[in-house]
């Protein structure tokens, strides 16, 4: 494997000169491209840029695979291959090829992950190795534009059929990783096919980070209807300006109208990212999590329970709680539904929350990104369990970070 950092060098000349009218008209025709096209559409915008080659790879639902959009090529490992390294570390990983030199460069939308391009050529100098970053940036444009209406790139990313609760509650739920230059969050899911009551939402609006975990009772079609409902509602009350106790309030009164057999449990937050002022309010649901200097700062936000949402009648709470703390730059704040600590072995032994916590602290130890911790930990946990979850996971994580602005 050859280190990105020390590419083979070879002098820029006529050879790398590029053809501006030819880019042109790809760029423009890349506009009304189809998905199903883009394979083909990367080797002309590679060729326009004097590379010999150019391949999109996404990365599955669960994160273990690279999918080829060429229906051809076989997949790729996310953990054991050089296309996965530069997935898992967002950088780039050359390295040599039967034909000459290989690239592979991260696909990134803002702060989510979405694959890999890998640029081939006979030889890769600084000119070239710009050129295949600029095509990987404008290939994770077009593919985070189309994905929003093609059925095809959805099917692309899946390694088993979905069922319809999931389908629901997916079709609602943002990328799994938003964020700024002050703070970033981000989220997973399981089972990633059959997903029924939990879900996540994240969102940054101007200088404030807005985040909520769902959890519905039950695990069916209205499990996934009630998330799906408390999602539209709170997302509707926090665009339309209203504060934690309104967008809390706005579900409490979706769910009454709609849906009055159900309820759920859930944790909504702002973070401010210049201040680093968190508010919250809990409803029901595990408390969240505070980590400060690789450690858990035991019950730190920990404040007396208040109903689920969703309750009426003699039940429903009279008045929402929003409480306050102040984060120090570096904090992270986790948030979790309770399939997480409650996962069993074959043994009955709970996951739990020790070990939980742990691996969290060991993996940002060693500055894992927050998407690859909760990678790695999602699958560890489906492995804990033998790779069948007895209730849905969701675990969010958010980090401030204003000193990286």
């Known amino acids: 494997m050859i280190p990105v950092s020390d590419p083979p060098h070879v002098s820029s000349g006529p050879d790398t000169a590029v053809d501006e009218n030819r880019l042109e008209e790809l760029i423009i025709e890349a506009q009304t491209a189809l998905p199903v096209e883009l394979p083909a559409l990367a080797n002309r915008c590679a060729s326009a840029l004097g590379l010999d080659t150019a391949s999109i790879y996404l ?20 953990d054991h291959s050089p296309a996965g390294w530069a997935y898992r570390t967002v950088s780039p990983r050359m390295a040599a090829a039967d034909d000459g030199s290989i690239v592979w460069i991260p696909l990134v939308d803002g702060s989510e992950r979405l694959g890999v391009l890998a640029a081939r050529a006979a030889s890769l ?88 975990i769902l959890d519905s009772m039950g695990h069916d079609l209205t499990a996934g209807l009630t998330t799906s409902v408390a999602m539209a509602a709170a997302r509707n009350a926090r665009r339309s300006g209203g504060g934690l106790v309104d967008v809390v309030d706005s579900v409490d009164q979706a769910l009454a109208q709609w849906l009055p057999d159900q309820f759920c449990t859930g944790v909504l937050c702002r973070l401010d990212a210049e201040t680093g002022v968190l508010r919250w ?3 029901g649901h595990p408390p969240p999590l505070l980590i400060r200097s690789e450690r858990v700062l035991a019950r730190a936000l920990d404040r007396p329970p208040q109903p689920p949402i969703g309750l009426v009648g003699p039940l429903a709470p009279t008045a929402r709680q929003v409480h306050e703390a102040t984060l120090e730059p570096g904090d992270c704040v986790l948030l979790y539904t309770d399939g997480v600590v409650e996962a069993r072995d074959a043994d009955g032994a709970e996951f739990g929350l020790d070990r939980f916590t742990d691996f969290i602290i060991r993996a940002n130890a060693v500055r894992q990104r927050p998407a690859e911790v909760l990678r790695l930990l999602i699958h560890a946990i489906l492995d804990y369990q033998g790779n069948q979850l007895r209730d849905d996971v969701t675990i969010l994580l958010f980090e401030w970070r204003p000193q990286h602005q």
């Open 125 to 212: 100098d600084e000119v070239r190795m710009r050129r295949s970053r600029m095509l990987a940036h404008l290939f994770a444009m077009l593919i985070t534009s189309k994905r929003a209406y093609s059925d095809w790139l959805a099917a692309r990313t899946r390694a088993s059929a979905m069922g319809l609760p999931a389908e629901m509650l997916r079709a609602f739920l943002p990328p799994h990783t938003v964020g700024s230059g002050r703070c970033v969050s981000t989220a997973v899911l399981e089972p990633a096919y059959d997903i029924a009551g939990d879900a996540f939402d994240h969102s940054v609006v101007k200088n404030v980070l807005h985040t909520m």
């Open 281 to 283: 309010v809990n409803c």
């Open 59 to 78: 990365v599955d639902l669960q994160q273990r695979l690279l999918i080829p959009l060429d229906e051809a090529v076989d997949p790729l490992l996310v």
